[in-house]
């Protein structure tokens, strides 16, 4: 019987039809994974091989004071950066970038070793550096327009308009409370690149929204805040004081006028200054007010009726015992009336006043002038001061705080409470921007006046602005503060402040 021979070319057909079939589902199933279900995935990472995007600093709007004199813009400057692939010499390249810019050799050598089509050399330059460096005509070096924040004059508002980092980014002041309106949309540079990294392209890619950004005007006014400046400088220095203070604000509206903080600092050269530098004292720095304080008595015992301007109290020749502390007079007094008490400044006789109010009617009132609460006036960094409730005062603390001692103030807290007498007796908020612009110039948002409270009545405050008059009159301890041919109503104020080396307590004017 004969076998039947195996018909080995169908066999062969047989398992290359399975072969191919087994790859053609292989293969499909490989597409179905790349092209559906890993899609996304392989689309970003194809556009990170194909294109590189570098952020670029965004166009930042304008500061300007109330009559828009420019106080912080941007303007457009390069950064210089490198196509390491095409560096042909890397130790000349170091050498004569370094020769120019302040930048450490080694971190710049092992940047442009790395081979990569983008490295940052040094950004925002000056012109005078890019045409120093363009003149070397170095292979693989090459510039970007960025935007640069200048503040075109120096010193000038410095505390109060801040300044920004590299980045663009506000970190003090006005700068840094309104970052995010003032930086516009962010700026993206586009490189497309070949299979091999070979850059093919360059410029800035098309920007998908305009730019948003927004332009500050301020309440300040150049020449009162410059004028401002001047005087404060000239008092610390012709005082030997470690630093100071100044606000100038219209008090019927709450406007701040003039903010000034001493030691200054230039903001276009921020990094060169101590930190300590850059604080603006006027709303971050609490002090005890010392006798100014005694003007806010004088609104609340006058409000309440507790006192005449004509009633009389014995000043006890200069020396006050109350507890365990004696109070003191810079000047020995008998009996004074409580505008005499004002006008010389009497510690002892504020005293006296202080305990015919009591704690809690006298608390409610050193409440209603803004004191232990922020005035939110706008800007970072500001304090509250320190006013305890009554129920944690110390027997002597009513008659001490009605001289100005055991609370702390601000600046802004101060110059706002004593422009609440000036209006009429309303407490105003104040504020240091008056608008907000669009890219336009359009005005996108305003500010008005904003009446907190009324803390004491119209009639109250022409009274205490006519004991206050009295303190700057001949005799006075403001006499000396009273320019020519002016008519000052004011309060001179002393505090006493910790003498660190020998651990007592010094009188600090």
Not at 143 to 171: I, M, T
């Amino acid at each position: 019987m004969k076998r039947k021979s195996i018909n080995w070319f169908k066999v062969r057909i047989i398992f290359l039809s399975f072969l191919l079939s087994v790859c053609f589902v292989l293969i499909a199933g490989r597409m179905f994974q790349l092209q559906v279900l890993k899609k996304e995935q392989l689309y970003q990472l194809a556009a990170q091989q194909h294109h590189i995007q570098i952020p670029l600093v965004p166009k930042r709007g304008a500061v300007c004071d109330s009559k828009n004199n420019e106080l912080a813009v941007s303007i457009e400057v390069d950064s210089v950066y490198a196509d390491a692939r095409k560096v042909e010499n890397v130790e000349k390249t170091v050498n004569k970038l370094a020769s120019i810019l302040q930048i450490d050799r080694e971190e710049l050598k092992q940047k442009l070793k790395s081979r990569r089509s983008f490295e940052w050399v040094q950004r925002k330059i000056s012109s005078k550096e890019t045409e120093q460096i363009k003149a070397f005509q170095l292979s693989g070096i090459h510039f970007l327009k960025e935007n640069r924040r200048f503040y075109p004059n120096s010193k000038l508002a410095a505390h109060l308009v801040g300044f920004v980092g590299l980045d663009s980014k506000g970190l003090e002041g006005i700068e840094y409370q309104y970052d995010a309106l003032l930086n516009g949309a962010n700026h993206v540079m586009t490189t497309d690149r070949d299979a091999l990294g070979r850059g093919i392209v360059m410029g800035r890619g098309p920007f998908k929204k305009e730019d948003s950004y927004r332009n500050i005007v301020l309440t300040i006014d150049k020449s009162i805040q410059h004028i401002t400046e001047t005087e404060l400088g000239r008092g610390v220095e012709k005082w030997g004081a470690k630093g100071g203070m100044a606000i100038a604000m219209d008090p019927m509206t709450g406007k701040v006028l003039a903010m000034a903080s001493y030691p200054t600092f230039n903001p276009n050269q921020f990094i060169q200054y101590r930190s300590k530098n850059w604080r603006n004292r006027a709303i971050s720095d609490i002090f005890e007010p010392g006798s100014l304080f005694k003007t806010f008595l004088a609104a609340a015992a006058l409000e309440e009726q507790v006192v005449r301007p004509s009633d009389s109290f014995f000043c006890e020749n200069g020396f006050y015992t109350v507890y365990d502390r004696t109070i003191h007079d810079n000047s020995k007094h008998g009996w004074l009336t409580f505008q005499q008490i004002i006008k010389f400044s009497s510690n002892i006789g504020a005293s006296k006043v202080g305990e015919k109010m009591g704690k809690e009617r006298y608390y409610r009132y050193i409440s209603a002038f803004g004191f232990g609460e922020k005035t939110r006036v706008g800007l970072p960094g500001e304090g509250k001061g320190i006013v305890r409730h009554p129920r944690y005062w110390p027997p002597v603390a009513l008659d001490t705080i009605s001289f100005g001692q055991g609370v702390s103030v601000t600046g802004i807290q101060l110059v706002t409470a004593l422009s609440a007498i000036a209006s009429g007796g309303s407490l105003m908020k104040p504020y240091v921007v008056e608008k907000i612009l669009n890219e336009k110039g359009e005005v996108v948002q305003s500010f008005q006046p904003e009446v907190v409270r009324k803390v004491i009545s119209e009639e109250t405050a022409k009274k205490v602005t006519a004991l206050l008059k009295g303190t700057t009159e001949k005799g006075g301890t403001g006499e000396g503060a009273v320019p020519e041919g002016y008519e000052i109503a004011g309060k001179t104020g002393t505090a006493q402040k910790v003498d660190s080396l020998l651990g007592g307590s010094e009188k600090e004017g």
